[in-house]
């Protein structure tokens, strides 16, 4: 009679399976970021990287859509800003939203969330929650290929 394996022996053996397949394929830096990645987000093995990143944009894309919808309704209410001024203020809400990702020539990014947030701070007393902000950041640049060629 076989003897059962138990799930967590199973686990481990799949865990050394994937670093091994990782490591073969792309070397060991890729599983030393993979290790990091994944400890820093409780990502599972069972999810790949390609998965990983599609769910960051998801998930980015309805936080953004859900914050924008409520900044606007909150406009709208308390400020009584009608259709120009909220159409005026969403084409550079989203303006914005694609200054801090892109890149410059040297792999940079030419704006940075926290850069805001510390702007915001300094210049109108507004303290938002830099330590979290940073840390998105840096989640987001692990998934982000454009920043590995670097």
Avoid at 22 to 34: F, P, S
Avoid at 42 to 60: C, K, Q, S, W
Avoid at 95 to 102: L, N, P, R, T
Avoid at 125 to 136: A, F, H, Q, S, Y
Wanted: proline share 1%.
């Amino acid at each position: 009679m076989a003897k059962k394996i138990d799930t967590s022996y199973q686990a481990r053996m799949d865990g050394m399976i994937y670093a091994l397949r990782l490591v073969e394929k792309e070397g060991i830096e890729a599983l030393k970021k993979d290790i990091e990645f994944r400890g820093a987000n409780f990502v599972p093995l069972e999810i790949n990287r390609e998965t990983m990143v599609e769910i960051y944009g998801m998930l980015a894309a309805r936080i953004t859509q859900t914050m924008l919808t409520m900044v606007l309704a909150t406009l709208r209410d308390s400020k009584g800003w009608g259709e120009k001024r909220l159409k005026d203020f969403k084409e550079m809400f989203e303006k914005k939203c694609i200054e801090v990702d892109a890149l410059d020539p040297n792999g940079e990014h030419y704006a940075r969330i926290s850069d805001y947030a510390k702007l915001l701070e300094k210049e109108c007393g507004i303290k938002m929650d830099l330590e979290t902000i940073l840390k998105v950041q840096q989640d987001t640049d692990k998934t982000d290929k454009r920043l590995e060629e670097k």
